[in-house]
């Protein structure tokens, strides 16, 4: 049964940007996560070296319902052990050793990116792509790959979209969108200057902007009207974008078939047909 976490994921991802005041009882609940699930949000500021107030901030700037949702959050994160650590790995490890780091730091991702996800969100992501006229996805480096694969899936299901790799064609495209049409941004760090400078220029065009990004407050996110939050734990040393990418394609997965789902009986024939048109290329 999956229950709504997500708790620790959000203090953990936003450490870096939040205010010294709520860092401060950011990092005392990362640190006593159990004690924090019984302390009032007095007693929280009291034992971390805060205040009320920086602790309310704290609960609304992480996108939390309430101080009990929150709670709520952090013990179903608690509860499925996802407080653990991370193994590095290291230089000269076994075979077995980088295995096992690819496996958990995939898992781990896996997990922590479908806690982020709300189903709110993921419903208007869904409504707006359905409802588009033209959709552009975008992506540089691995978020191409992730760009390339929506725009297949969407396209499968009868969505006139396209995807961009490289900024001069998406920055001509988004240019040319109009009001109810879509970009899907995809940046893992929300800072991608490429994506952003597209991802503006979608919003001047009228266009509904989906982020698939890192969650925080980063200059993709501030553009976004619709955000689907990712959370990567890479292995170090980073050679490239893995588990990053996994938890995006993640999010892309469950997006389209929330959509299907929704929408069986106008896209199942559609995607009959699309299936069928290739049929003849499969050998025997």
């Not at 013990?75 to 790995?89: G, K």
């Not at 760009?147 to 900024?167: N, P, V």
């Amino acid at each position: 049964m999956y229950i709504p976490g997500g708790g620790l994921v959000r203090l953990r991802e936003s450490l870096s940007s939040l205010a010294e005041s709520e860092a401060r009882i950011a990092e005392y609940i990362l640190s006593h996560p159990s004690e924090f699930l019984h302390l009032t949000v007095q007693e929280l500021a009291q034992r971390s070296g805060g205040s009320t107030a920086a602790a309310v901030r704290l609960w609304k700037s992480l996108g939390f319902d309430g101080y009990q949702d929150f709670k709520l959050r952090v013990a179903s994160d608690l509860q499925s052990h996802m407080h653990e650590p991370y193994r590095e790995l290291t230089i000269g490890d076994s075979f077995a050793s980088i295995v096992q780091s690819v496996h958990d730091s995939h898992i781990a991702s896996i997990q922590n990116t479908l806690r982020l996800l709300k189903e709110n969100d993921l419903h208007a992501a869904a409504e707006a792509l359905r409802n588009s006229r033209h959709i552009l996805c975008f992506g540089v480096g691995a978020s191409s790959m992730v760009a390339a694969d929506l725009a297949q899936k969407l396209t499968r299901i009868g969505l006139w979209t396209q995807a961009a790799c490289d900024f001069h064609t998406a920055a001509v495209t988004a240019a040319a969108l109009r009001p109810g049409d879509v970009l899907v941004a995809i940046s893992d760090s929300g800072k991608t200057s490429d994506v952003v400078e597209v991802a503006q220029a979608a919003a001047r065009a009228g266009a509904h902007i989906i982020a698939i990004t890192r969650f925080g407050d980063t200059p993709l996110s501030q553009i976004a009207h619709t955000r689907l939050y990712v959370s990567a734990v890479e292995p170090k040393p980073r050679v490239a974008a893995t588990a990053s990418r996994i938890a995006a394609l993640v999010v892309v997965d469950t997006l389209f078939i929330h959509l299907v789902n929704q929408h069986q009986d106008e896209v199942y024939p559609v995607l009959e047909a699309t299936r069928q048109s290739v049929q003849s290329h499969r050998l025997p």
